[in-house]
């Protein structure tokens, strides 16, 4: 997924892209996911949720959900980045996948925001 974002920013398209992503604690299905940390505003990303019901426990079972996309650090670099998390049993509740899975991502993603990427292999390669 870190690649294909990569490739994105190659094509002559990348701005209409990007600035199609929903921006972490703004807008879209990101607008309620971190909105008050220091990460707010600068990751563009897009989520991804996969849930089916758990019938012998009588729960929703979060098979899969993926947040991937762009961080503009402090510094003002850019880097891309992808997190998952899958099988999570979860209370029988439609909020509940958004405030466990989706906040835990929300926060991964926000802490790119603070991270010093200068003497990183991923800062140069944009993984």
Known sequence: MVHYLT???????????????????KDGTLAKIQPNSPGAGHVHAKTGTFGSEDKPERKLMLNGKGLAGYVITKDGKETRFAAYVNHVSLAPDTDAAQQVAGQALGEIAAAAYDADLSNSASATSGE
Not at 7 to 25: M, N, S
């Open 7 to 25: 490739y994105w920013t190659t094509r002559p398209d990348y701005e209409v892209f990007f600035k199609a992503l929903p921006i972490l604690g």
